[in-house]
């Protein structure tokens, strides 16, 4: 397997209240950053997983429906924060980064996407046709908001093989197969139902040593792995499916107890995301 050089980055944070995330949790709200990472291969050059906030999100939801979304999770964002921005930092300008890999299709996934217009945007074959013709409500009702999509998305995409689909090393059950996304074994993408229909996650050997499993939204705060603890079943209006958010989330808590050295990274936990970025939130 080849190694890949991991970043953690956030591009800015929504807020929300704790107990609704994780049962158990505080009645307050609580900083909710919306994480992308940055993936630098030796063959393929720089890669994104999901892009956080842009501006372009305060700009879609000034109106109903939309701005529903906004107020339900009040966003934060400081232009040095934007994906472009802390890229920047690293030497790495809008075109050079090749493909963009989209966990799901939630706004705080995908607002910055048209920041990278020579990238590939990368998904699970079935993850764009529940989401794709949905508008106003019905998109909102699915966290999706169309106008942060590029005009030439569907031009710009390439969905998953699953013909690659491949047996993970034990060291990953119970999670059992992913798809060798570039062929050479660095980058694996396991799917993560529940949350969203088609949900994908990341397995990544790092250079570091490290192992990293980015998880997106399969759970939101790492007490969940940890504990096996579920959000509050108010959520599961959020969610595709219910049951399988369930045992995605028994399943992330099995793998953390037999494997506790492997890096799982939810999207919007700020303790995990700050002990990987050294960024506090």
């Not at 929300?16 to 949790?25: S, V």
């Not at 050295?261 to 002990?275: L, Q």
Request: glycine share 8%; net charge negative; aromatic share 12%.
């Amino acid at each position: 397997m080849s190694e890949v050089k991991v970043s953690i980055f956030h591009a800015g944070y929504c807020q929300n209240i704790e107990h609704l995330a994780i049962q158990g949790g505080r009645w307050k709200n609580i900083r909710f950053p919306a994480m992308f990472a940055l993936i630098e291969h030796p063959g393929f050059g720089p890669m994104l997983f999901d892009t956080g906030y842009s501006f372009r999100f305060f700009e879609e939801t000034r109106r109903l429906p939309n701005s529903l979304y906004a107020r339900m999770t009040p966003v934060t964002l400081r232009e040095d924060e934007l994906a472009v921005s802390q890229l920047s930092e690293r030497g790495i300008r809008p075109h050079d980064v090749e493909r963009v890999f989209i966990s799901h299709f939630h706004a705080d996934h995908v607002a910055a996407l048209g920041d990278f217009p020579a990238a590939k945007y990368v998904y699970m074959p079935h993850a764009y046709g529940p989401v794709r013709d949905k508008h106003g409500f019905g998109a909102l009702r699915h966290g999706v908001i169309p106008g942060l999509f590029p005009a030439d998305f569907e031009e710009q995409s390439e969905t998953v093989a699953l013909s690659n689909l491949r047996k993970l090393p034990k060291e990953f059950r119970p999670f059992t197969h992913g798809v060798d996304l570039l062929g050479d074994g660095s980058i694996m993408a396991v799917e993560l139902p529940g949350h969203a229909t088609g949900q994908m996650g990341l397995i990544l050997r790092a250079a570091d040593g490290g192992v990293y499993f980015l998880v997106g939204d399969a759970c939101w705060l790492r007490g969940a792995f940890e504990e096996a603890r579920l959000p509050h079943p108010i959520a599961n209006l959020l969610f595709s499916d219910p049951e399988a958010y369930k045992e995605t989330v028994f399943d992330l808590a099995e793998l953390h107890q037999k494997r506790p050295d492997i890096r799982i990274i939810p999207s919007h936990c700020a303790e995990t995301i700050s002990k990987y970025s050294g960024q506090p939130i």
